[in-house]
Structures are given as C-alpha cells and as structure tokens.
C-alpha cells in the first residue's frame, strides 16, 4: 500500500509541471492580438487638414495697452472766498461753456463796486469845477490879475483830479471783476462729477478740491505707449498720408471695438526708461462707450500690405535652419518648404519668400509627418479654415 501511495506521489510531481507548460502554450498561442502589437503600414497615408496660400490686403498696425483720459478736465474752484448760495448743476450731468453753475454771496462784492462808482461821480465834479477854475485863471493872469503862481497850482489840480478818475476806474474794473466771480461758470462743455461742496458753505480760493470737476468726454482721448522700434514706421507712415493715421480701441479682452479715432500727437521724445514712445488718438464719443480712466487695448494702424501672400499662422513651424511649413505635392506627399514670415498676427503670417498662391500646405497633423510620407485630408468637421 505504501508503495501504491508513493508511485502515486511521484506520477504527481512529474506530471503537474508538464500540464502547467502546456497550458501556458495554449493560452500564448489562442490570445487576441492587441492593434498595438500589430505593426503599422510605413505606406499608409497620415490624416491631415489642409489649406491653400491666399493672396489678400493685411493691414499694418502697431497694438498697445492704453488708458482712456477726458480730452480736457477742469477743477471748477473760486477765484474769491465766500459763501456758496447755489449750484446749478446736477451731478453726473452735462454742462455748456458758460452755464452758470455755482453762485456765491455778492452782497460784498456789489457794495465795494457802488463804492468805487461814487468815488468816481465825486471826482468827475471835481475836476469839471477845477477845469472852470483853471479857465477863469488863465483869463486872468492874461490881465495880470492873478499871479501865473496860482495858475499853475489850478493845473496841477486838474492833473491830480484827471489822475484820480483814472484810478477810481480802475477800482470800478476791479470791483466788477471781483463780483463776477460771484458766478462761476463752466469752463468747458462736458460731464460733471460728484458735487464736492454743499450750498451754505464757505468756500476758498485755497480749496484744494474746489467745486466739482468737468471732464471732456466727447470727444475723448486714448494715450497708449508702443516700442521705440515702431517710430520709424509711425514716421514713414505720417510722412506717406495727408490723412490722419487711424486708432482703435478694443475691450481689454478684444471682443468688441469701443471705437475709432485719429492720431493726434507722437511724443516729441522717447521715453529712455521704458524705451517706448508716448501717442494720443482722439474719438469721437457720442454713445460714450469709452470713459475716463478705462483701460483699453489701443492698435495704430499705419496702411495695408497689398495682395501680400498669407498661410495660418499654426502651419509655420520652427527648426534649427530656420522657419518652414509642410507643401503638400500634386501626389499628395508633403516635403519640406523653407519659408519667411514677414509678420504674425491674428492669426495669420504674411510671407515673403518660399510660397506661391495656391500652393497646399497643411495646417494640422504637422508633427506626424516627414518628408515624402503620404497624407489623406481629415474630416471636414475637424478641418481648420484659413482666416480671411
């Protein structure tokens, strides 16, 4: 019985390794085959969206980050101290040049003013009784009745009395003045802020918040600043055109144009700190979408390039020699095309050597490709157009 049991025990250890072998030939030879352990076709053809070289207008700009300021702001202060009866405005409305918009006391003002034209009433009778007299002496150092001593004391005092109406009508001039500026009027036509002084204050010429601020907002300035490289261009493009150059104002996110005005001033210097130079656009700005102290994205257009050629800017790709773009050939294999960008922008690279209109390039799917491989056109929903 022993023997039976070990003979068994034997057979067992044998025969367990083998079975375990087999099975694992089996399994090896009967399991799916997985698409990556199946070695692709070097022939078949790389998916890839396409497009051609256009020919089109692009313009010539220069972008900056700029601040929207009023074309002119007053701080509406007295010219004398006095207590303010009343305003003539509304806050956050408009005024007129001229419109009345705040009246102080006058009471002092009109009596300093009735004050100077008595003195003057006073020494016009004066001097009409001094030039009667001064007649009458002459008339008698003729017939030497009176000493020519008298005579020329009367003139003086004619002289000293036409010197007094001189001075009184300047008191008179004063007085005037000083109670004009019992009304204050706008400066300017534009948008008042909030009223900084209430009525039944007395308010002073040292003020240094005076009455209210008035900005110009239409029209309205954009100032912006661009590299000290694109003088030159700015120059040339000045020089070039009788028209002013035109600027823009986007949204700080570019999605919408606030408006569009005309260059009115290059800084006469270059900003050595920053190495940028200082340009204001003017706008007009009925529907006031543009306001003080708004931050803006400001462009400067100089011109257009004419019929220049233009690819997407996602099919110019970078190598160690240089740019170059992927042209598509007649068979539909691609090679290796040097290109030059003259500019970048929106999209879209104007090209000046290295392509001819209504050449094929490819615009996505460039990194799977090489030189002389094949390619099909993706899917027209995955395909990318060409920016116009």
Do not use: C
């Not at 010219?79 to 009343?86: E, P, V």
């Not at 002496?137 to 017939?143: N, P, R, W």
Request: aromatic residues 4%.
């Amino acid at each position: 019985m022993s023997t039976l049991s070990a003979t068994r025990r034997t057979l067992l250890w044998i025969g367990l390794p083998g079975l375990i072998v087999l099975g694992a030939v089996i399994w090896f030879i009967s399991r799916p085959v997985s698409q990556a352990q199946i070695a692709p076709d070097p022939d078949a053809p790389v998916l890839a969206t396409t497009t051609t070289v256009q020919q089109q207008d692009v313009p010539i700009y220069f972008d900056g980050v700029g601040t929207v300021n009023a074309w002119a702001s007053v701080t509406v202060r007295p010219q004398i101290d006095g207590r303010l009866d009343s305003v003539g405005f509304e806050e956050g409305g408009n005024v007129l040049k001229g419109q009345l918009i705040a009246q102080l006391d006058a009471r002092t003002q009109q009596a300093l003013l009735d004050q100077a034209l008595a003195q003057k009433a006073k020494d016009q009778a004066l001097l009409v009784n001094a030039r009667r007299d001064l007649d009458r002496y002459a008339g008698l150092v003729k017939l030497n009745a009176v000493a020519r001593q008298t005579l020329d004391a009367q003139r003086a005092q004619v002289a000293q009395l036409e010197a007094s109406l001189k001075l009184d009508e300047a008191q008179i001039s004063y007085a005037r003045t000083q109670l004009s500026y019992t009304r204050i009027t706008a400066p300017i036509s534009g948008r008042v802020g909030a009223r900084l002084v209430d009525p039944g204050n007395i308010v002073h010429v040292t003020d240094p918040d005076g009455l209210v601020v008035i900005n110009q907002v239409d029209p309205i300035a954009v100032v912006f600043t661009l590299p000290e490289h694109t003088f030159q261009a700015i120059n040339r493009a000045q020089h070039e055109r009788t028209d002013p150059l035109e600027v823009m104002a986007f949204s700080r996110d570019d999605a919408e144009v606030l408006g569009r005005g005309e260059l009115v001033l290059v800084n006469n210097q270059i900003d050595v700190r920053t190495g940028t130079i200082r340009v204001k656009g003017r706008f007009s700005n009925r529907t006031h979408t543009l306001w003080p102290g708004q931050y803006v994205n400001a462009r400067l257009v100089l011109g257009e390039r004419r019929q220049v050629l233009t690819i997407p800017a996602e099919s110019v790709l970078r190598g160690a020699k240089g740019t170059y773009t992927y042209v598509v050939d007649a068979d539909d294999t691609v090679h290796v095309q040097p290109i030059r960008a003259l500019v970048i922008q929106d999209g879209i690279a104007v090209i000046d050597e290295g392509l001819s209109p209504g050449q094929r390039i490819v615009i996505d799917g460039q990194y799977k490709l090489r030189p002389g491989l094949r390619i099909t056109e993706a899917p027209q929903a995955a395909a990318g157009g060409h920016p116009s």
